[in-house]
């Protein structure tokens, strides 16, 4: 088991949000995705109580919203998630899953499906046009370590990095890879790495 980040507290929160401008956005995906998960595992009456929180209860998947209101979400849900997954880190890790597979789903991520025919490698080599289709801000970049295995580099991205290694672990089971492994960790105030690999 692995121990916690310690990312998952009030302060944390704050202070990623104080360094969000008005121009940083994500695309509307990325909240239904979240709360989702929420009324899956913790029913129609926490997703009401997600919801209330919010100013704006119906997300259009490829609308942008601020990331500081889907940072205030993401937490709201990690820390209602957190008794049922073991801590925050693996409710934040839970509550990105779902992201690739709706991602794969939309229109774009089908295109982003035909890259796969040779295996995930061409799918993480475009990871950094995905993040920007889904995000405005962050730079994201793959370094490739061997034929199966890399690092993911993210800059200026709000988002934590249980969160990137969640949708990693989306991506390899939404195409069938079932032995992959991922670690990541903070290395800046808004900048992660995320090792990643398959069998």
Known sequence: MRAESGLGTEQELRRRLSLATPMDTVRGMSFQTTLEVVRVDLGEEALARCVKQLGEP?????????????????YSAAWMLMEKHGGFDNAIRRTAGGMAPGFLGSVVGKAFMLLTKEGPRQLINNMPVAFRAASSFGEVSVHWTGPRSGVLTTKRDFLLYMGHEGGLLGLFRAMGIKDARVSGRQTGPLDNEVEFSWG
């Open 58 to 74: 119906n997300y259009k998947s490829f609308f942008t919203y601020p990331v500081s209101d889907y940072l205030r979400l993401q």
